[in-house]
């Protein structure tokens, strides 16, 4: 069954740096989506992605925060210079283009510690 | 906005016995509604989801939920609960249209006992 799969699936990094979290999509799928979760609290939307550019993106995703799909295949998250705050297990989402009924099918996640 | 409550943080059960997670959720209209769960170290996997007809819907794993508008939930059930049903269970809702973001309840973590 096809998947998501998201590299790496751990990651540390000093507070300032800068970090890319990448993720490969379903093949066939066009809209993509990232999503985080802060230890302890809900899965939070972050910023939605369809025809090369963002489709809707939350308060969250302010200007620190970028998404890009580089090749075929990679959706990326790149976070430019990350804070204490940006600590949290990230999601990246793929829903395939038939219809408004399609599902979302998650990845396993990459946390991402900073200090 | 939208926003979904689960009320039950965590959840005993016996093996065997039968599982009710509550979610309830607040928005204008009939959103879409999923069911996810979450086992140690995997990612979102989802169970169900209701778009629109029947209200109640059966999932993968032997899950079940009804959506009860009145009610504004889209309770998750299962009649037997195994030891591998240990997990935390989150609740979703969605609104549809090309974007299609989902908001998350807090998760449920359900405990089996043996």
Redesign the interface.
């Known amino acids: 069954e096809p998947e ?1 799969t ?1 590299t790496p699936s751990h990651q540390v990094t000093q507070m300032g740096q800068e970090v890319i979290l990448r993720c490969v999509p379903i093949s066939n799928h066009l ?1 993509f ?1 990232w ?1 985080r979760q802060i230890l302890g ?5 972050l910023v ?1 992605f ?1 025809n090369n550019e963002i ?2 993106k ?1 308060e969250i995703f302010d200007d620190q925060f970028s998404v890009e799909r580089p090749d075929g295949s990679n959706f990326t998250l790149k976070i430019r210079s990350t804070k204490l705050e940006d600590s949290a297990m990230y ?1 990246c ?1 793929s ?1 395939g283009g038939t219809g ?10 990459t946390r991402l510690l900073v200090l | 906005a939208q926003s979904v409550t689960q009320p039950d943080i965590h959840i005993t059960v016996s093996e065997g016995a039968s599982l009710e997670l509550r979610c309830n959720y607040s928005y204008g209209a009939t959103p879409y509604l999923f069911w996810y769960v979450q086992s140690p170290g995997q990612g979102l996997q989802l169970l169900l989801k209701y778009f629109s007809g029947d209200t109640l819907v059966q999932g993968i794993k032997g899950f079940e939920a009804e959506f009860k508008r009145s009610q504004s939930s889209f309770n998750l059930r299962k009649p037997s609960v195994h030891w591998s049903d240990a997990a935390e269970y989150f609740c979703a809702v969605g609104l549809g249209g090309g974007g299609n973001k989902l908001t998350f309840g807090t998760g449920t973590q359900l405990k089996v006992e043996l």
Do not use: D, I, N
């Open positions: 998501v998201q809209y989506y999503y609290q809900k899965v939070e939307f939605s369809y489709s809707e939350s999601f989402a829903r408004k009924y399609e599902t979302q099918y998650f990845g396993p996640g």
